[in-house]
């Protein structure tokens, strides 16, 4: 599944609000996607059905007799998109990455912990 997340276009902003509003309603017919779209993010019904067409055509989400769905969780996104920012900030370095974003930063114990737990959790043989 890591080579489908490589080939996932990318994801504007607009596109990500319209995704937190369907993840957190899914699955949803349109005609209410529509009107939270409306009521949260202020779009007109031809925005809300540009922005289900676009992603459908970037396989995000499908809509089926008018059921609109995500093929992505956010969890995905937000990996990808995090993937995406450490290539072109890192060019992949982790321990470079994490410098630069930490500089200047005073983290609590337990956030210094959580960071040592992940680590922990991820750390191989080489």
Known sequence: NKEE?????KIFES???FLSILWEHEPIN??????????????KKSTTYTVIKKLIDKKIVKSENTIVSALVTKEEVDR?????LLQRTSKGNIPNFLASFLK?????KSEVERIRQI????EGEK
Do not use: A, F, H, T
């Open 119 to 122: 680590i922990d959790g991820v």
């Open 5 to 9: 997340k490589l080939k996932m276009e």
């Open 104 to 108: 200047d930063r005073k983290l609590s």
């Open 80 to 84: 990808w998109e995090g993937e995406e």
């Open 30 to 43: 349109s005609p209410d996607l529509v009107k939270l779209c409306n009521n949260q993010l202020g779009w």
């Open 15 to 17: 596109e990500y609000r």
